[in-house]
């Protein structure tokens, strides 16, 4: 190696790097130390990029296909084991989407989006609270009722003539919640049941309320990550979805309000027993679409038979009415345009929503749904009939 070859492999290596540096023994790396040299200048000190390399290679193929497999692998993992929490985070969210109109109509009337979004929290902290102040003394009363009159109930199990007996047989009631009781392990599991509830109910309230605060910028965010070129059209479907969903939310709440109200009214009216906490079930029943209702019914007919058979048949009756009246007209006038999906796909929305996600996939399947056929109509039916 010449004397000028060794000079400039000693200009490329490092003053920090590998000393000492002894050029004569590093062999081929003292002359790409000298290649590295000459192409090392005060414009690019680093050198310019060099080929890339054949992506046609079989081993580079074979490099892309193993990675990309264990990449997909580890983000079902990843997901797999956040799925509570993003769970979590999915329905804060949607919560946070379903108040943006009330925000965005206070802003528009002038206020600070950070006085608005504390206005409609306080307002809606004061509703439930208030909701709870005179809700509890009357629930703890019906259940410490229900919890007087459990003999006279399993006496009632006991008794093969009457109607209690009857369902025992059939179903074992009295076995199942015998077996729901004995043991400590299930009183501790009841204890860590409802201390996972409350915690998840505060990281609830506090993704909703970052959410609902930081929601125009994360509006934009997602917008960013659109091609400029479809930027434009993105932001008129993305916030024509928003709209159909906040729309929706609010929607749904004041109908399981009425549905709730005429409940306990006509609970009330015939003396049907825990009259409150059945009006509270069927509201929070009825927030779930097509099934909701329908349950709540069903377990409010069947408390309803302990008054007599008649009172029964009349609460059964009762709930048919509601439902078609829910249907036919508090939907179309309450929820207006705001979600426009025909029955078939509510009722399939619903059930998969259901399987997948359980009770928090049938909240939002029919949001979703009308979300996916707003696209289509949008986006994939105007390009299949340009094809």
């Given at each position: 190696?010449?004397?000028?070859a060794?000079s400039?492999?000693?200009h ?26 000459r ?6 000190p ?14 580079l193929?074979?490099?892309?296909a ?5 990449v997909t692998?580890?983000?079902v993992?990843?997901l ?9 985070v999915?329905v804060?969210l949607f ?6 109109p ?11 989006r950070?006085l ?16 709870l102040?005179?809700?509890?003394p009357v629930v703890v009363?019906q ?5 007087q ?6 006496q ?7 109607w ?13 919640v015998?077996d ?9 599991d009841?204890?860590?049941?409802v201390?996972g509830a409350?915690?998840d ?22 917008y960013?990550l659109?091609?400029?070129s479809?930027r ?24 399981s309000?009425?549905?709730?109200a005429t409940t ?18 069927v509201a929070?029943l ?31 009756g009762?709930?048919?009415?509601y ?6 007209v ?5 929820i207006?345009?705001?979600v ?7 009722v399939?929305a ?7 996600l ?10 979703v ?7 289509a109509?949008?986006?994939l ?5 340009r094809?």
């Amino acid at each position: 190696m010449s004397s000028f070859a060794d000079s400039d492999a000693d200009h490329a290596h490092h003053d920090q790097v590998g000393q000492p540096h002894d050029a004569t023994a590093e062999g081929p790396v003292a002359d790409a130390e000298a290649e590295a040299a000459r192409i090392s200048d005060s414009d690019r000190p680093l050198g310019t990029i060099g080929k890339r390399f054949d992506r046609r290679s079989p081993f580079l193929i074979g490099l892309y296909a193993a990675a990309g497999v264990a990449v997909t692998y580890g983000l079902v993992l990843v997901l797999t084991g956040l799925r509570e929490m993003l769970l979590l985070v999915g329905v804060a969210l949607f919560i946070a989407v379903g108040l943006e109109p009330l925000v965005s109509w206070l802003v528009r009337h002038r206020l600070p989006r950070w006085l608005a979004v504390t206005t409609v929290f306080l307002g809606v902290a004061a509703v439930i609270g208030g909701f709870l102040a005179a809700a509890i003394p009357v629930v703890v009363e019906q259940a410490t009722q229900l919890v007087q009159r459990a003999p006279e109930y399993l006496q009632q199990a006991q008794d093969n003539s009457s109607w209690l007996g009857k369902l025992n047989d059939r179903f074992h009631l009295r076995q199942a919640v015998e077996d729901s009781l004995s043991g400590g392990a299930g009183l501790l599991d009841a204890g860590l049941a409802v201390f996972g509830a409350v915690s998840d109910l505060l990281i609830l309230i506090v993704l909703t309320i970052y959410f609902v605060v930081d929601l125009p910028r994360i509006r934009v965010a997602l917008y960013r990550l659109v091609p400029n070129s479809r930027r434009p059209r993105a932001i008129l479907i993305g916030d024509a979805i928003s709209a159909k969903v906040g729309g929706y939310v609010l929607g749904n709440v004041v109908i399981s309000v009425i549905a709730g109200a005429t409940t306990l009214i006509w609970l009330l009216v015939f003396n049907v027993p825990f009259a409150l906490l059945l009006a509270i079930a069927v509201a929070v029943l009825d927030l779930v679409p097509v099934i909701g209702s329908i349950i709540g019914g069903a377990v409010a007919s069947l408390v309803a038979l302990t008054v007599s058979g008649p009172v029964c048949l009349a609460t059964i009756g009762f709930f048919v009415l509601y439902r078609l009246v829910e249907d036919y007209v508090l939907v179309p006038r309450i929820i207006g345009n705001a979600v426009k999906v025909p029955a078939l796909v509510t009722v399939l929305a619903v059930i998969l929503g259901g399987a997948l996600l359980g009770v928090v996939g049938a909240l939002v399947a029919i949001p979703v749904a009308a979300a996916v056929l707003l696209v289509a109509e949008e986006v994939l039916y105007p390009r299949l009939d340009r094809a």
